[in-house]
């Protein structure tokens, strides 16, 4: 056993781990990376990137497809064809390159990197096994930036048929008929990429609603556009897979029961199984260390430190809202406050986006959170059907939303709903991180013809000056 020592241990290089570890290394602090797996974690892997990958190509195909049965644009094509084993190495060459990507940032800031799993001994040592020797490592810091696992329904066991979102995006080829367990964010963005690719495909939804984290507004064009591509949607249901696990080959049989008691059954070439992620705290010896917990996550401060002195947690292992960019902000808020830096967490904005047809972006308060707030705001909707840009798209569907407090005008919440908005995170979060006041963007010229345009005129109009609306 090799023993080394450092400053600071980072364990995960997921979007959390590689980033603290990154700015640590900048910040001039003696910095060790532990990863058991492929540096970049769940989003670089097999989360956000190949994702976004395989809605492009599930996109590109659908729509030249569309354009072979003729369309309004004048546009027709002929033979169109997928190979998706070559679109899977396509997505595997951009995941790769990422992956040395982040290797030599790291390198370029100084970070050891030792491959291997990591256990607490005690809150400053852990010990690493991988393929080669184990390592003893003691450091004055450690961070936990584990991450997250899928969650398995005991009634429907990942194997065979059964895919977690990691199986799903390592087809490589595409379902006759796909059920999608689960209506929220991946079940929605992979279930209506591989409805795009030609999947017959059901989405069971234990709630009343899918994607319940949105209120009914923005949820509604998505909804439509998945039944315009054909896509089932059955909620308030819950599935059980209706043979035994081990029969389960190439096909599943899956018992639908719905809550009035009633059941129906579905079979599926594959199943996805999208009910939620955990955080991973099993393997690590986090139980010994008796961390405080919020839940199953680990419970944290402001500045990321958790119940026991030098050691901190980031990311998914420490809860909701699991996205990415909320690792990489907690990975450089406790990197800065190990150099010395006085911070904490104050950020008033995390965009959250949903990568559906049409995509789903939000910011800060929904008007339910705001009446539950106690606050009197404004909400101010523009369509994108009277946006010019988006009519020059074909794509008409959905709108911008603005809550602004009714007294000084103080934004607290931004949502749109539309092709491609996810791009207007950025001036959304930006605004609400500024603390701009709906004159502030009625009063900044927006380009011609953007989709950006409509929320210039959501803040005219809350102003009571909208121009074309
Ligand atoms: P992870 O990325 O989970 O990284 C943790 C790392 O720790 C892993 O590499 C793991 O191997 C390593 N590890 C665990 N235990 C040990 C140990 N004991 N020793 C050593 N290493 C260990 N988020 C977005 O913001 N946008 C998206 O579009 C988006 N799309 C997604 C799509 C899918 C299909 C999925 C599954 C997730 C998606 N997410 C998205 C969520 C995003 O992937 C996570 O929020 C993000 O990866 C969390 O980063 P993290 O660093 O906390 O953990
Ligand atoms: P989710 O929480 O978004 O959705 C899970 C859904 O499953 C919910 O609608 C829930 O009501 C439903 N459900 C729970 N148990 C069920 C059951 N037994 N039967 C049927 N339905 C059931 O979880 P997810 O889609 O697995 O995603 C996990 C996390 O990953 C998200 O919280 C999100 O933070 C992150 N993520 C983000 C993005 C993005 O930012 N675009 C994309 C993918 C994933």
Redesign the pocket.
Known sequence: MTDLNSALLVIGGGPGGYVCAIRAGQLGIDTILVEADALGGTCLNV??IP?KALIHVAEKFHDLHAAANGSAIGLSVSGVDLDFAKSAAWRDGIVGRLNRGVASLLKKSGVRVVKGRARFLDGKTVTVEGDGEPFRIHADNVVIATG?A??E?PSLPFGGPVLS?TGALALRHVPETLAV?????????LGTAFAKLGSRVTI????DR????YDTALVKPVVDRLKALGVKIVTS???RLGQDPGAADERAELVLTSQDGGTERLEASRVLV????RPRVDAIGIAELGLDRAGPFIAIDEHCRTSMRGVYAIGDVTG?????HRAMAQGVLVAEILAGRKRHWDNRAIP????TDPEIVSVGLSPEQAKEAGLSVKVSTFPLAANGRAMTREREDGFVRLLSVAESGEIVGIQAVGHEVSELSAAFSLALEMGSTAEDIAATIHAHPTQGEAFQEAALAALGAGLHF
């Open positions: 989360g956000c994702s997250s899928p969650v329904l979102s367990v689960g209506g929220g964010y991946i079940g929605l963005e069971v939804e234990a709630a899918v994607l319940p984290q249901t819950t599935a999208t009910v939620g992620r909701e809202p699991m996205l990415a959250a986006i949903c990568f």
